[in-house]
């Protein structure tokens, strides 16, 4: 992305995501003066190919994250944790609740079919695809967490959900697919092995 706008100067960005039922696209670990590395807002309508500012969440830096209906799911992966933020007012979010993920190093968002569970990811040594309950924003709920191979200290990346099933990508354990649809009991039902090597924590 370069020029988005006559105020606005962005270079790179680490990720995207966009909030299709508002119709806004939200710009994560940006190197532009505004954010600071969290999340720049611009509104698509009624030209998407000319969008504009709207709005900014520059506190910490964040690394991904999943909106949906101005609800921000925001990863924020140095400092550890997911927020859950309100972005109903663009120029002045508000932050719901803030909930440290099982091994502190919160890489990635991704908001369940029926909008009721966010999962996460760590991309670090031993980490965990976790489920949250999320219908009361303000106070998320652990509802189960789970690694692919228990022990092999590998390194979770991405999940994004089908349907009612985690597809989610590990460094050295491949894709790895989890039955989702009661996300207090995650269940792996497949994987497909991408690395030719042993199981770790490494990328």
Known sequence: IRTVSDTVNLERIHALHIDTLRGYLYAFGGNNAQSRGGA?????QPNPMTPTYAGVFSTTYIHDGYVDNDTLFAAHINSGFMQVIDFRDKRNPRILSRTTTPTAFTHNTWLSVNKK?????DENGGSYLTAYDVTDPTAPRLLDK???VAGANAIIHNTHILNDYAVTSWYTEGIVIHDVHRPS????V???DTYNGASGATF
């Open 185 to 188: 009991n995650i269940i792996q």
């Open 190 to 192: 497949g994987q497909f």
């Open 40 to 44: 720049l807002v611009l509104n698509l």
């Open 146 to 148: 789970i690694q692919s």
């Open 117 to 121: 569970t966010v999962f996460t990811t």
